[in-house]
């Protein structure tokens, strides 16, 4: 039986194999807790490398621990059509999140197996080392590697909260691959996903077309005082660094909901401080917020709200403060001739589709920077994730993972 | 020689012990850092230990401890009269903070053993563990424990941010004595200790009678949310605990302000965040924050007003808030014939004095709660305190010195 048309996935086997993931590096009930590089990475990764070896692919691993799983094309010499996304989670993560679309590329490949229908190009699948960001930052590290945006060195030096570097758990684990990082022609980069809104859900659409990425903007912002005892020292002459992170922060979040009303979101996401303790005023604080929307003025806008907000609430708590560390990313990024397939054969597979931005941060953001990219989206239950209770049922997925397989199919035997 | 109006501590040996002691648990440039139970914290111990086996002191030490060392009176069976404080730190303390008390206490037995002088009531040095609290929350834990406050059992199982809990490392640095925490009659207990405030040294006054203690308010509140993706979701649906607890400590901070002109304060200190990760909304926050006033009433208002903020700030957060724990103490806590003794000890040493409140937290505080209690201060530069900075003479310190020598003498000759 050739590949034709009427082809489609084995859900069964797709949904079997988000089961088995799911049961490795449990978080809160039902969802996952699979931090990059952890002993449950590795874990889920064993199992993804001997399923793809199962499939019959090729694997190889860079030095930064992606992980490619390779089918020959029929002109091995072409540029290959990649399809991927990340297995790792947050803490506190669910089952489908990055996950869908390692296991939906790999469901694509066996649903090729079953026919025996070898494409023009070669075909590979991608797990991306640490998209999540949750134990190193940035997010989207080893893609963002992948495109040139980091240094090989750099992001083995990126340090965790548990004080052990990149570099350091990628060896640990055995992921430390030979392979260079990038480097080398991609026909295209596909990446299916769950939408981690609640558009499609509400709208009970099946397939998102992913036209751009909304424009986003992150800081890491770095505040300095003087310790000083909580009791005795007069307000005038405290410098308190807590204060001042509190401060930039209500700042952000009073910035999001200002342009709630447009779609516009401001996170206060992380805050430390040092001593951070009763009875002492601190002398140092960090902070990381981030401002999103969808219109790239009107984030830029909201930028600069964030930018001086640093400066006011640094010297109302008496303090200097700095960004120290910016990231930004954003707009009509993604290929306008894949979009169009995509749209066409969601159509042609007779689903209903929606045009949508991605309001997330995905390995295919970089990935457009080094090829043709796109992304597909499948509805999730009310757009939660980042959640033990993020949630899709097969019915979900099954649009979806059928458009990304005759997307990909079609793009390979070009 | 006997002992008489005339008689003065030896201030250079006692200087030399206070450099001595600022050798152990160096912090930054000239300060200390000697957290509780740290081998920093054994090694000041295992050095007071011996320096008073050196004078002839007996040793005893609880079960939380407390080191007490002891000189027999005339009378043996009557109840001593004690003095002392602690020599822990803050993470970035100074070298007077405490240490004065104690190693001043051991400065006027030097000097009674220097005349051969035994009093007729025995005296007693005490150091106590854990008063900083910057190892393990609350503060004066081990006061607090011995004044019946709280549990032996409560007392052993408080964590550290770096997991061992009180009663292990007690253990560990091998001082989990055998006599047990409190329960006995003590006469009186004599606190010297810097003003850790700017008003002795703005005046250049010698000697600060303490005549109460400020009202202080302390709260451990903790906010629940829910953990959510940065990008997509939206602020109408987010429930961010970290903006929660960041709203909460501006609020306090205002607070603070609110009441500056009448020498109010308000100190947002500490504050913690789960999973606190970039691309994700926190679903829990815990925050430590106290006011203080030297008006009780005052401190009541503003201490109602830091519970209102709670319920203002998680509601504004979408988030549940609630304060698990509260502290206070402040007030007319200390004995009127021991502050009217200091006084005029101080006046016929020829010293400048001044009646002051107590601003910071102190074990005299629980002290007050067993026996007759009193403090004196000494000036420090600028009243900078918990902080490297801390600065004093000997001269700042002598008239202080002799202060307590002649006040802990007289009471124990009575």
């Not at 859900?201 to 992913?210: L, P, S, Y």
């Not at 952000?252 to 206060?268: E, M, N, P, Q, S």
């Amino acid at each position: 039986m050739a590949f034709s048309s009427s082809t489609r996935v084995n859900l069964e086997r797709f949904w079997s194999t988000i089961e088995r993931s799911a049961e490795i590096g449990r978080g809160r009930e039902g969802g996952l807790s699979r931090l990059a590089l952890s002993d449950a990475d590795k874990a889920i990764r064993d199992v993804f490398v001997e399923w793809c070896r199962e499939a019959g692919l090729a694997i190889t691993i860079d030095r930064v621990g992606n992980i490619f799983a390779r089918r020959s094309g029929l002109d091995d010499t072409l540029p290959p059509v990649l399809m991927g996304s990340h297995l790792d989670t947050q803490a506190n993560g669910g089952r489908f999140d990055g996950i869908v679309g390692v296991l939906g590329a790999l469901e694509a490949i066996r649903t090729l197996n079953d026919l025996g229908h070898q494409t023009q190009r070669p075909i590979e699948i991608v797990n991306w080392t640490n998209e999540e960001g949750a134990r190193f930052s940035p997010p989207m590290t080893a893609s963002g590697c992948f495109a040139g945006a980091y240094e090989l060195d750099w992001v083995h030096q990126r340090p965790s909260d548990d004080a052990a570097t990149f570099g350091e758990e990628l060896r640990r684990i055995g992921y430390l691959g030979d392979a260079p990082v990038g480097g080398r022609e991609l026909d295209a980069y596909f990446e299916l996903h769950i939408e981690q809104g609640p558009i499609l859900d509400a709208e009970k659409t099946q397939v998102g077309i992913v036209t751009h990425a909304y424009s986003s903007r992150g800081f890491f912002v770095e505040f300095n005082g003087e310790t000083a005892h909580a009791g005795p020292c007069p307000m005038e002459h405290r410098r308190n660094a807590l204060v001042a992170a509190a401060r930039l922060l209500v700042a952000v979040d009073d910035i999001g909901w200002d342009y709630a009303d447009t779609g516009g979101k401001a996170t206060a996401a992380r805050m430390t401080a040092w001593p951070n303790k009763a009875g002492i005023v601190s002398d140092w604080a960090q902070a990381f917020c981030d401002v999103r929307h969808n219109d790239p003025e009107v984030a830029a806008v909201m930028a600069e709200r964030v930018e001086r907000a640093v400066g006011v609430s640094a010297a109302r708590a008496g303090c200097t403060g700095k960004v120290f560390e910016r990231w930004g990313w954003g707009g009509a990024i993604f290929d306008q001739q894949m979009i169009a397939d995509i749209r066409t054969h969601a159509q042609a597979l007779g689903y209903s589709t929606r045009d949508l931005p991605s309001q997330a941060g995905h390995d295919a953001y970089f990935m457009a920077r080094v090829c043709p990219a796109a992304m597909i989206f499948t509805p999730c239950e009310g757009g939660i994730t980042h959640n033990n209770n993020e949630r899709a049922t097969r019915e979900d997925l099954e649009p979806g993972l059928n458009v990304l397989l005759h997307a990909a199919v079609g793009r390979a035997d070009r």
